[in-house]
């Protein structure tokens, strides 16, 4: 067999495989070190003066999620702290759950947006998450708590930054930590702050952790990746950390005393940024002359243009095409047509096999046709994720209104941003039921994934489908937004219950017409690629 014909039956075999049980996911033993992103905005380096924070929960967690209301709580009364929320089949489910103990509760709790990884409150208090696994000597699963329980409670009784990163220290060193290293990136309507977390090792439950605040006027972001380098206890307005963060890192043998504090180095050890980072700051900033192979990057960028929301949503699609980490490189299969007279001749089509969310192996073998093309690095748009978010967080406004959360389902790249509000008091019916374990139409999820892996199958004209769809969808949100937001501040300011209704109604109804519009274009997709599979 000549190499072009293997080079055609390789690209016709992967396009099969594809559908026929081969994972089309990430592989396996990279997935938990490689996944969610968050980016972060200050109020002074965004268009509209709103403070940002985001989330993609890359992993097989749950995709329901449900408002939680506002609670009062007799005195006595315990909060049982648990394990196992993230992989439940719907809000009502206590399947996996696992009691580890219990705190005193408050008297009054927050309502909030009860995500896999909890993500906002009714007083405009938001969380994002990135798992990054740090040193695993430190890793204690005795502690009380993981990374969500003490986002849930930092939720329900905080309303500023500040506070929930005072709070979760405490609780930490008062319960223990049980997770592995974890940086949450903790939003209020003024400021936002990056904190990371690691347990304190084997022989105490406790936990060591270091929070750095994103100056007004800068971008950072957070990628599986421990980032905050030297700290400065002294400076409160900038940095907050555990009693002990240089006691264990000299234990631990991680820190000798003498060479220069950091934190990254101590306790990870690792590259303090991968392609993701340098990718979102070097945009944002591209005359810093920022290089892949510095030994470090800026904490965070001052951007040489302030940030829009739509600026973020669009790092959030990114797979990085047309440049060195593109996952794909543009294959082409030669085919025989005929003209409309009957001549044949030969034409050369994108491959249906190659798309950017093929797994690592295969995307190793198609890449290797074409000679000198190495990708190892993973994108920020990753067809294995659950869910996705970027909120707005908006002091001019009633809380109600002022905190706004973009939400989306499956692949961030291809499904579209559902607008909900801080004030929101219910989501439609399929957003309550997971869809990880099984296909259901009662999930919200399945309509966006189903599609989304429809036109994976022949990407080159699966896109010219589907990415205008998700601008169509964009550009209604933002052209409606303006004028519903105004709306409801006139009902806030006769009963803010009022306005509340008002909100529900727009996004409840924005996220049927979504999920009913993917629903279609999965059907549409189905037809359309009947011959591909």
């Known amino acids: 067999m000549n ?54 929960c890359d992993a097989y967690y749950r995709t ?15 909060h049982p702290v648990r394990w196992g929320t993230m992989h439940t089949s719907s809000a009502w489910s206590e399947e996996n759950i ?58 329900q009784r905080c309303t500023t930054a500040r506070d929930a990163i005072k709070l979760i220290g405490e609780l930490i060193k008062k319960y223990g930590y049980g997770d592995s290293g974890e940086c949450i990136t903790i939003a209020d309507k003024n400021e936002v702050w990056h904190m990371e977390i690691m347990g304190e090792g084997p022989d105490k439950t406790g936990g060591v952790w270091a929070a750095q605040r994103i100056p007004d006027d800068h971008v950072g972001i957070s ?19 555990s009693d002990n963060v240089y006691e264990v890192a000299k234990k631990m043998g991680f820190w000798d005393g003498k060479e220069t504090f950091k934190f990254w180095k101590a306790y990870s050890g690792r590259k303090p940024f991968s392609s ?22 800026p904490f965070s960028v001052k951007p040489e243009k302030k940030v829009d929301i739509r600026d973020i949503m669009k790092f959030y699609r990114t797979t990085y095409d047309g440049t060195d980490w593109e996952m794909i490189r543009n294959l082409k299969v030669p085919v025989r047509r005929s003209d409309d007279e009957g001549n044949t001749y030969t034409d050369t089509i994108v491959s249906p096999a190659a798309h950017p969310w093929m797994s690592g192996d295969k995307r190793a073998l198609l890449n290797s046709l074409e000679e000198g093309v190495v990708v190892r690095e ?9 869910y996705s978010f970027i909120v707005q967080l908006r002091d001019w406004l009633p809380d109600e209104i002022g905190g706004r959360i973009w939400f989306g389902l499956d692949v961030p790249r291809l499904s579209p941003r559902i607008p909900i509000y801080a004030g929101n008091l219910s989501l439609p019916e399929s957003f309550y039921i997971c869809g990880q374990d099984h296909f259901s139409t009662e999930s919200a999820l399945w309509a966006f ?9 022949n990407w080159g004209e699966g896109k010219e489908i589907m990415e205008p769809v998700v601008m169509e969808f964009e550009d209604k949100a933002f052209n409606e937004v303006g004028f519903i937001e105004k709306k409801a501040l006139e009902l806030y300011r006769e009963d803010p219950i009022l306005a509340r209704e008002f909100l529900t109604r727009y996004s409840n109804d924005f996220a049927r017409s979504a999920v009913s519009r993917w629903w279609d274009l999965g059907d549409e997709l189905w037809v359309k690629f009947r011959w591909s599979f």
Request: with cysteine.
């Open 3 to 56: 190499k072009k014909n293997l080079y055609t039956l390789f690209l016709l075999l992967f396009s099969f495989f594809l559908f026929t049980g081969i994972s089309s996911g990430q592989d396996n033993e990279n997935i938990y070190n490689e996944s969610c992103t968050s980016i972060m905005v200050g109020k002074d380096a965004s268009t509209d003066g709103s403070v940002m924070t985001s989330h993609t």
């Open 64 to 78: 329901w999620l449900q408002f939680v209301p506002a609670r009062e709580y007799e005195p006595g009364t315990m």
């Open 98 to 155: 696992e009691t580890k103990g219990e705190i005193p509760e408050v008297e009054k709790t927050y309502a909030y947006l009860n995500t896999a990884y909890p993500c906002l409150n009714e007083k405009q208090l938001a969380i994002g998450e990135t798992t990054f696994g740090g040193r695993r000597e430190l890793r204690n699963k005795n502690g009380m708590f993981q990374i969500e329980e003490l986002e849930r409670i930092a939720l």
């Open 223 to 241: 990628a599986n990746i421990c980032r905050i380098a030297g700290i400065d206890p002294d400076n409160e307005d900038y940095f907050m950390v």
């Open 276 to 297: 993701r980072e340098y990718f979102v700051l070097s945009s944002l900033a591209p005359s810093l002359g920022l290089e892949y192979d510095d030994e470090e990057l």
């Open 378 to 386: 993973r994108p920020i748009a990753v067809q294995y994720c659950a």
């Open 449 to 457: 994934r189903r599609a989304n892996r429809l036109a994976m199958v």
